[in-house]
């Protein structure tokens, strides 16, 4: 019999039986590929509400051919303490900023006469 653990005014965690636990625990083991030590006996939603989310393989955009801006074009819309990822390779310098970053998370570039990656 599953039991219920107040841990706050607003919820409480279920108690689920230790077979469900398991079967649980292996379910998501094999989608994540990991093995740390999660006790899935204690939930505060039901299992079956847990859905996979996000962009499918391959759903995020690299950028393949990065268009440059100037300094002060960049000035325009780019923040002094906004973050950038600088590459320097053979004295030729690339800032790829973050708020473009986040969003397609790989670079294709050349650098310096270089093939490189960056990521994020």
Request: charged share 25%.
């Amino acid at each position: 019999m599953a039991t219920s653990i107040p841990v706050s005014p607003e919820g409480t965690v279920m108690m689920v039986e230790s077979e469900e636990a398991e079967r649980t625990r292996g379910r998501y083991e094999s989608l994540l590929r990991a093995t740390w030590e999660t006790d899935f006996t204690r939930t505060t939603i039901s299992f079956d509400e847990i859905m996979t989310g996000g962009p499918p393989k391959d759903g995020i955009p690299a950028i393949d051919d990065p268009m440059f801006e100037s300094v002060a074009d960049a000035d325009e819309w780019l923040d002094d303490l906004e973050p950038v990822q600088v590459v320097d390779l053979n004295g030729d310098a690339r800032a790829y900023p973050v708020q473009v970053m986040v969003w397609h998370e790989l670079v294709n570039d050349t650098v310096g006469g270089e093939p490189v990656v960056i990521t994020f």
